[in-house]
């Protein structure tokens, strides 16, 4: 079993709807989450941090923490064709500490 | 500077050269950590610095990888007789000591042929 796991896609959303990405992690102990977009050819972007359980909102997007199901989730609203890019889930056991990486969700979003 | 530089931008390489790639963090950031991707965006962990301590190296191959970070000089990642599956993209990043995000740099494709 992979540390994190996310679903590969291709998800693809029409433009103007909800784009949802899911992911599950393994180590309980994990502390922090975070959410990267990486388009292709390019380094991952913070896109969004999460550390408690519950949700997240930093304009069109929703970070949601469920630590008992050890489940994260990010909500896109109103998604553009710029938000199409790999999604990373990445999960951090304590500061200073290295970022292990979901395989990432591919999302396309079509006009 | 405000952004993780890493140089070159590509590097090519015939099996069995050496390969060395640099990365300036961002400045104040005293966590350096660098990580592969490889196809299908597997992300792997190599090695992470404290300063120029060595905090964690749980993902380096030992045998032909090596890592520094020095004063005053950017860090380096080091692979020694390069092989076919070492082409990857290597990313940089950095992070402050009382934060938990990790900025990114460009990264670093490295081509062996």
């Known amino acids: 079993q992979k540390e994190v796991e996310q679903n590969s896609g291709p998800l693809s959303v029409p433009e103007g709807a909800i784009a949802s990405l899911n992911c599950t992690y393994s180590?309980?102990?994990?502390?922090?989450f975070f959410w990267y977009r990486q388009y292709s050819g390019k380094s991952p972007e913070l896109i969004m941090s999460i550390y408690s359980n519950g949700d997240k909102e930093d304009g069109r997007f929703t970070a949601q923490l469920n630590k008992a199901s050890q489940y994260v989730s990010l909500l896109i609203r109103d998604s553009q064709p710029s938000d199409s890019a790999t999604y990373l889930c990445a999960v951090l056991r304590s500061s200073a500490s290295k970022i292990i990486f979901g395989s990432g969700t591919r999302l396309s979003i079509r006009p | 500077g405000e952004e993780v530089a890493q140089t070159p931008k590509h590097l090519v390489r015939g099996e069995g050269q050496k390969a060395k790639l640099y990365c300036a963090p961002i400045k104040g950031h005293s966590y350096v950590f660098w990580y592969q991707q490889v196809l299908k965006n597997e992300f792997k962990f190599l090695i992470s610095f404290q300063n120029e301590n060595v905090f964690d190296e749980t993902g380096m191959p030992k045998e032909r990888f090596s890592a520094k970070c020095l004063p005053n000089s950017p860090c380096s990642l080091e692979i020694q007789a390069t092989k076919l599956e070492d082409s990857a993209v290597y990313f940089c990043?950095?992070?402050?000591?009382?934060?938990?995000?990790?900025?990114f740099g460009p990264g670093t494709r490295l081509t062996v042929l």
């Open positions: 180590d309980r102990v994990s502390q922090s």
């Open positions: 990043a950095s992070s402050q000591p009382d934060r938990t995000w990790q900025y």
